[in-house]
C-alpha cells in the first residue's frame, strides 16, 4: 500500500471539524445556566426583601417607642402641674379640683378633666394663658389629649384634640386619698394625694405609673393666674 493510499484512509477516520460559525453553547447549557441566574436572583431578592422589611419593623417600633416617651411625658407635666383651682361656671362653689370617672367627656374607658399651670406664654405673644384646663380620653382604640388655650372656657367650645396613643385597648385612672384607691373623683374641696395609671396597649400589654400630685391651696378662680388676668394671659372673653 502506497503512502498515498494510506493517508486517503486515515482522512476517511478523522471526524469532520466544526467550522468556527458553528462553534457556541448548546440547548441544554443556555437552560442550566438561566436556572442558576435565577436561583442567584432569588437569594439576592430574598436578602434585600429581608432587610426592607426588618428596617420598617424597626422604624415602626421605634416611633411606636417614641410616640408612648411624649405621651408619658405629657402625662408627667400635666400631673405634676396641676393646681387646685375651679373653673368658673354656675356653680362655681361645687365645681370639681379634678374630675374623674369612666365614660368622662365620652371616654370609652376612664377619662379625666383637670388645670394645669406652666405654660410658656412670653410676652403674651400667643392667643392663651398661662393656666389651660387640659384632658385625657380613650376614643376608638386612641389615647386623645384635650386641651383649651384658658382655663375657663364656655362649655360648648370646642377643644385642640391631639392623639397620643394608637392600639390602645383599655384606660384607667385611679386616685389616691385617705389611704385608698378609688375609681372615681368629683370632689370640689381637695385634689387626691396621688394618681395612678394603667393603659394597656395591644403587644405591650399594661403598663402602670403613679404619680405623686402637689399640695397646694385652692386658688380661687379670680386670684389663678396674674392680678388683672384671670386666665394669666390677654383673654377677652373666656369666661364660662
Known amino acids: 500500500m502506497t503512502v498515498s493510499q494510506q493517508y486517503a484512509r486515515s482522512s476517511?477516520?478523522?471526524p469532520p471539524q466544526r467550522r468556527a460559525s458553528q462553534l457556541g453553547f448548546t440547548l441544554l447549557e443556555l437552560l442550566v445556566a438561566i436556572a442558576v441566574f435565577a436561583l442567584l436572583s432569588l437569594g439576592i431578592y430574598q436578602v434585600v426583601d429581608g432587610v426592607r422589611r426588618a428596617d420598617q419593623t424597626s422604624a415602626a417600633l421605634t416611633e411606636r417607642?417614641?410616640?408612648?416617651?411624649?405621651a408619658m411625658q405629657l402625662l408627667h407635666n400635666d400631673f405634676?402641674?396641676?393646681?387646685?383651682?375651679?373653673?368658673?361656671?354656675?356653680?362655681?362653689?361645687?365645681?370639681?379640683l379634678l374630675s374623674v370617672g369612666d365614660g368622662l367627656l365620652q371616654s370609652q374607658g376612664d377619662g379625666w378633666l383637670l388645670i394645669?399651670?406652666?405654660?410658656?406664654?412670653?410676652?403674651m405673644q400667643l392667643p392663651r394663658g398661662h393656666l389651660q384646663r387640659v384632658a385625657y380620653r380613650l376614643l376608638d382604640g386612641q389615647l386623645q389629649r384635650l386641651s383649651w388655650p384658658f382655663a375657663d372656657m364656655p362649655a360648648d367650645s370646642e377643644p385642640q384634640i391631639r392623639t397620643l396613643l394608637s392600639e390602645v385597648e383599655g384606660l384607667q385612672l385611679?386616685?389616691?386619698h385617705?389611704?385608698?384607691w378609688q375609681r372615681q373623683w368629683q370632689n370640689p374641696d381637695a385634689l387626691p394625694n396621688a394618681v395612678r395609671l394603667r393603659l394597656t396597649v395591644r403587644g405591650w400589654g399594661e403598663l402602670e405609673r403613679v404619680w405623686l400630685l402637689p399640695a397646694a391651696p385652692i386658688l380661687p378662680s379670680d386670684n389663678g393666674a396674674p392680678e388683672g388676668d384671670t386666665n394669666g394671659g390677654s383673654e377677652s372673653g373666656g369666661s364660662g
Do not use: C, F, I
Open 174 to 176: 385611679m386616685v389616691y
Open 12 to 14: 476517511r477516520r478523522r
Open 65 to 70: 417607642m417614641n410616640s408612648m416617651q411624649r
Open 80 to 96: 405634676t402641674q396641676v393646681v387646685a383651682r375651679r373653673q368658673r361656671s354656675d356653680e362655681l362653689s361645687r365645681t370639681p
Open 178 to 180: 385617705d389611704g385608698q
Open 116 to 123: 394645669r399651670t406652666g405654660v410658656a406664654n412670653p410676652q
